[in-house]
């Protein structure tokens, strides 16, 4: 149980071209959903979280505007990165937990996805 | 605020030999602590978790990690390492106002023939 799937797996596009990345929750229902960049070697950074039904909140430093966050329904959130360029390469990786079994249940991760920007 | 430190880059250990993967955290209020693993290219997988309770709490694979509060440590243990735990590790922490996790900076175990 608590599948998280997340596609594409891997993208390779010029600059100036927004990418959507999708993250679904596959066998439970994800009331909240989390979005992360990974850079080589390093942790992951929260970009921000992102509530079913209402707007993502940012961390301090993620450009809203660049990643744009839609959560439209309780097993579906995806991340635009809206005219990509070469700095905005890294590995994303979205999460979810459950809305079911209180706050403390884990965040169930997806495989990530590799964003190349050329 | 919430935090974890992995003080290790790299632990390396014989198969068969036990590991340790340490993590220390800092949280006002009660902690709720996870580990968990990364593979290359793959997002992260939940190891284990601890809410309350025992403090020594089994998790998948034949992990485990101690909760001691004194020394506001969790380590992630495994008395005999296999080739195929060679993996990122992670500790993490969750906030408990804002439901936020954060992590550590990881820790590569390399685990040899």
């Known amino acids: 149980g608590a599948v998280v799937s997340q596609h594409p797996s891997r993208v390779i596009c010029k600059s100036g071209t927004s990418v959507k990345i999708e993250c679904r929750s596959l066998d439970f229902q994800a009331t909240t959903m989390f979005w992360y960049r990974q850079f080589p070697k390093k942790s992951l950074m929260l970009m921000a979280t992102?509530?079913?039904?209402?707007?993502?909140?940012?961390e301090q430093g993620v450009e809203k505007d660049k990643f744009l966050i839609n959560h439209a329904s309780l097993t579906l959130s995806t991340l635009t990165v809206t005219s990509a360029h070469p700095e905005d390469s890294s590995f994303y990786i979205c999460?979810?937990?459950?809305?079911?079994?209180?706050?403390?249940?884990?965040?169930?991760f997806g495989d990530g996805t590799r964003l190349s920007i050329l | 605020a919430q935090s974890v430190a992995q003080p290790e880059d790299q632990v390396n250990v014989a198969e068969g030999n036990p590991l340790t993967v340490k993590c220390t955290y800092s949280v006002s209020g009660n902690p709720y602590l996870f580990w968990y693993v990364q593979y290359p290219n793959r997002g992260l997988q939940f190891l284990l978790k601890?809410?309350?309770?025992?403090?020594l709490v089994k998790g998948s694979y034949g992990f485990e990690a101690e909760f001691n509060k004194s020394q506001t440590s969790f380590h992630l243990k495994k008395p005999s390492a296999l080739v195929s735990d060679s993996a990122l590790y992670f500790c993490a922490v969750r906030d408990g106002n804002f439901n936020k996790f954060y992590f550590g900076s990881g820790t590569k175990l390399n685990v040899k023939p």
């Open positions: 601890y809410i309350t309770g025992d403090n």
């Open positions: 999460s979810a937990r459950s809305g079911t079994g209180g706050s403390n249940q884990p965040q169930h």
């Open positions: 992102s509530n079913e039904g209402s707007k993502a909140t940012y």
